[in-house]
């Protein structure tokens, strides 16, 4: 039992569920610094002349942060069980340890175990120490629901790259066809002149390879216009998705309003009861403002529903 | 009789319409995969040196894929009376022929009999094989959402596009007028100006030609600025169409748990339906689970409705 | 009164006033190919090997079309006095002849009548005559959709392209400033710097220009990420206009459906004013079909409103 | 109190609070022609010729500028007491002094007595007072909405440069693992490979820099077509902005509506707050137009709300 107490406790300070922990923020600010830190110092690693002059000092901070983080996984995977998540499935440890964030999190201090015990590839295993950038994500509500849109909206973008190489396969298949005899070494075959056509449709347009003949220029320039089009279409499955996400959010919050003006006033608890939902949603407090107004308004005139004259009283239900 | 009931077998088999038919799956996921092979070999062989060295296993995949849709193609037309779309139609197999997948279909198959019976131009008819890449495209439900947007949107896009067409002649005259003197090869009409004009109305922006002028420059540049607008407009248009389908596919499933809860539960009929509306819209569960809580708020309030404090019983229909 | 009622024929005629009139439809399709025949002319004509072989047809088709559209333009001035908008003005027709679209029908004439009495530039006027591409823009619904788009959201538009001007000319100066000395050329001053501004802006990228130094490279990824979001703002306002006016040819049609079915029934006669709005808004058939829908039910919900069970009969008004 | 009076009249003169006063619109342009004359005079000044001829007539213009920026500083100073935002405040004139336009007025003036009293590098103060330019935003209502939809956004806005960081970063390590050996000048490192994928992760796509190597190609292929799902971010969170504000913009005016038309009709005072809300809010007239007409609707239909048959009467409040 005392181990149990000990566990839920650390699990707090960890998973920030109690945010009047001034300890836990402490600890989440630490771990964000010692992770920009560690993607600055790979960074700054990869250049020649600073690997070779400072090679020591990056090491020092390698191997301070894989010892903070080897902890960090340790008492992550220990506390796991208090999620509600994974309390009640079999083998809940090693659930865990295939979730997304615990991947990232062993991806994070595996590469130095490697080079510790194996001689492999620096720079690779270097680079993939970069994906502790990863780890960053759960520290901002706005990206949480950015990444919650991508999530949701993850079969419609499917869909859109798909479209995108049907669209790659035909137009580098088409300038392959016109250009091959002009530029044998840039459109001498369908992948050659995919690279042309993916700069094309994407709208990036290097311009290290462009068609040459006349027939070439009037398809490259319908696939430019149909390009447009492309870059639409993620843009709008995106948009489309936010607008929702935000549509839901204010109609959680109105409910909530509507609620609490049941009784036509809103006292101290409910009050307080809306501004931790506001806190989750992260909607600013002008657009509650604005809702707040609406829904007094959306009161007032429910209190102004029809009278029976016959009767004389207000035909609402309170 | 007898061949009825097996054409309408193997209609359904081919047409996916009882998705519980393992088979029907089965024999989908065999076509998907024999089309991606197909494409990823046109692709292939268009390289000079995979072409020569293994030319004949190219050959032999080409020979059994050909057979393949040739059995499909026949199927296809020989099952399409049991499609209600067909049933009632003066000669139904001819307007089964001209709509657009029956078309892509033959098309797919026909260049290889060219090849066998007529000596014409491998290359082109290879890249004609590519078009097979389209019959994927009836596998998918968000794509099918994604082209029923643009259908419904073509007008839009027409006009939009016409605008763009504006702009290029305009662009390529403005800017053949101030730089044909300079570059006389690449301005030197109004065709050839409409190269650079095209790339920057699109903001692919190539690079390969641009003013050198300083009025052609000053120029260049409102044509980038009035770029982004056009860039934008098929954004735009995409955008709103896209969030009015998802609009009207939130309706639907509101009026179907409005209808439900009628009689204020949903019992497992009304939940079958739910659930088998919600499979055809492609709506996430997440997005049914809020709308089936703002459902039952809204069934909540209208049983809060006015009492006629005469009667004292809720004025409520049922 | 005979003339009036020839004018008014006439103006029928041109304006597209009756649909059901095949020629006014007749004359409105020649003169659109007359236009689009006009506008490839212009541009082949540019082309000097083009010109020199053929000129003399060129200038037939110039002869042919300024004499139709010298009688076009006569005879919209002559009738425009029938257009409600111009009828009840203190002199109408000088009114007419500075609106846009006959400013834009005078100077696709009048070039060539300078040619004829005065020796001017060629080019210039040639291209002059371009301009003729926009009297096509009256003959197409969802382009005066898009087109009123644009006109309502110009404020925000303006303020758009005002805060890419302020950035254009930040970025530039802060280019100037860290590349001046490494590319004196380039970015020698900051006119010269803001080449490589706007392109970068706009996302449009040529790429003949770009910072060299490590300052400037980093200088320039700021002013990269910021080019997106600038990309964003004129997409954003007309989604957000377009959107707009789709919602209220939306509830336009809602209202008309909303009073035909205050009868619970569409007779004919409604149905017609249906079909006309449906038209005039340019609403597809799918969409209104939708609306039907949703408002039918509308209208059965209402019939079910509370009854008074001491009076039994439906508190509805009729 | 003589000059408290003075004090407000040249509060109100300077803040546009009654916008009758021809002197304070007159004033107002005036500023804003000075701040353009002085925008465009600095970015002469940059051109070598220019500021070798004409050095002493820009510096005319400066020394005038500055004169009458510090007379504006100094008023704004002195009356920013009567704005009711400063008033109460404990020395309002600091707090006023760290307000944002008041620092770019600061920085406005400041390098000119830099350069009077100090030697300090010219071109860098020169650029400076390029700041002035954002003295000019104040001017324009559609402007002040696009800066409030950016405020208000700000956190979707920096969350989705976070992801852009995040994937610039991944992009650079890529592009530095497969391309180092192929290019050691350009993807040497990750800084440098950074170049490259800031420039295609933007979709600005130089082509200064452009991977080589096959595995090179493809793994860039891939990082265009996330790049327009990027681009795509800012525009989605800037549309829903928009949107949004648009909503409220609109549901505000409703209100007043719907509050004005409670007695059936809108009198002659009602219609002039109407319209001063249109003005304040820098609504159209046309979308104005509409919403009357909505809001007719609506009360109409109010009108018709159930008798009670037993009485006969309306059933309604008034």
Chains 1, 2, 3, 4 share one sequence.
Not at 293 to 311: I, T
């Amino acid at each position: 039992m005392s181990t149990d107490t000990l566990r839920y406790k650390v699990y707090t300070l960890l998973e920030k569920d109690e945010s009047g922990s001034g300890l836990g923020r402490k600890i989440d600010l630490f771990l964000m610094l010692l992770i920009t830190v560690n993607v600055i110092s790979v960074i700054l690693e990869s250049v020649a002349y600073i690997h070779t002059n400072y090679g020591l000092q990056f090491w020092l901070i390698e191997f301070f942060s894989v010892a903070v983080f080897s902890i960090e996984y340790a008492l992550r995977l220990w506390t796991c069980v208090e999620n509600p998540k994974y309390k009640n499935r079999r083998f809940p440890r090693l659930v865990y340890m295939i979730s997304p964030m615990a991947v990232i999190d062993l991806l994070a201090i595996l590469p130095v175990y490697f080079i510790m015990f194996f001689n492999v590839d620096l720079r690779f295993l270097r680079v993939l120490r970069l994906l502790r950038i990863l780890k960053l994500t759960r520290y901002s509500t706005a990206m949480v629901m950015l990444l919650d849109v991508f999530k949701e909206e993850t079969n419609a973008l499917l869909a859109a790259i798909f479209i995108l190489l049907v669209l790659l396969v035909l137009a580098a298949s088409g300038a392959y066809l016109v250009e091959h005899n002009a530029q044998p070494d840039k459109f001498g075959s369908i992948p050659s002149a995919m690279w042309w056509a993916v700069a094309t449709l994407t709208t990036v347009g290097y311009g290290d390879v462009t068609p040459i003949t006349i027939i070439g220029k009037v398809f490259g320039a319908c696939i430019t216009v149909i390009g447009i089009g492309m870059a639409a279409l993620p843009a709008g499955i995106l948009t489309s998705g936010l607008a929702d996400h935000l549509r839901r959010r204010r109609e959680a919050l109105m409910s909530q309003f509507r609620l609490a003006l049941e009784d036509g006033q809103i006292d101290e608890d409910e009050e307080e009861e809306i501004e931790a939902l506001r806190k989750e949603l992260g909607i600013s407090h002008r657009a509650v403002k604005h809702i707040r107004e609406v829904m007094h308004q959306e009161a007032k005139s429910r209190a102004k529903l029809p009278h029976c004259p016959h009767c004389g009283e207000r035909l609402h239900h309170h």
